[in-house]
């Protein structure tokens, strides 16, 4: 995959600004005053500490968009894959009695819905070119 579609660079800054934002809002009610954790409400801690991680894997996986198609792929797949597992895990708490935010379902499916329409679109580009 030697060309880069027109979409990716756009695309990859998106990704590097939500990752930069996830890591500080993360960081924040994580590392931050306790007004910064009362205002997260019920936040999972799993979720918290996956998503803040997961901040600098958008990061990194804006700039594996930007050098090369074949990395994009593979790190959005995974990007994708591991926050819809995180999600899934997430919504069997929130079955189960955990006390949750209804705003973090709508970042979750955003989160994941994102990366893997990335690695849909790069799969699908994969496979025209070698067809």
Do not use: C, H
Request: hydrophobic share 60%; aromatic share 14%.
């Amino acid at each position: 995959m030697s060309e880069i579609p027109k979409w990716v660079r756009p695309t990859a800054i998106v990704a590097a600004l939500f990752g930069a934002l996830t890591v500080f809002s993360g960081g924040m009610v994580l590392f931050g005053n306790s007004a910064a954790k009362a205002a997260a409400g019920d936040a999972v801690p799993l979720v918290l500490w996956f998503n803040f991680l997961a901040g600098f894997a958008y990061i990194l996986g804006a700039f594996a968009l930007v050098f090369s198609t074949t990395w994009g792929l593979r790190a959005s797949w995974v990007i994708g894959i591991g926050t819809f597992l995180i999600f899934t895990i997430l919504i069997a708490m929130a079955l189960n009695g955990t006390a949750f935010e209804w705003r973090t379902i709508g970042a979750m499916s955003l989160r994941s819905g994102f990366w893997l329409a990335i690695a849909i679109a790069l799969t699908k580009r994969v496979r025209k070119r070698t067809q």
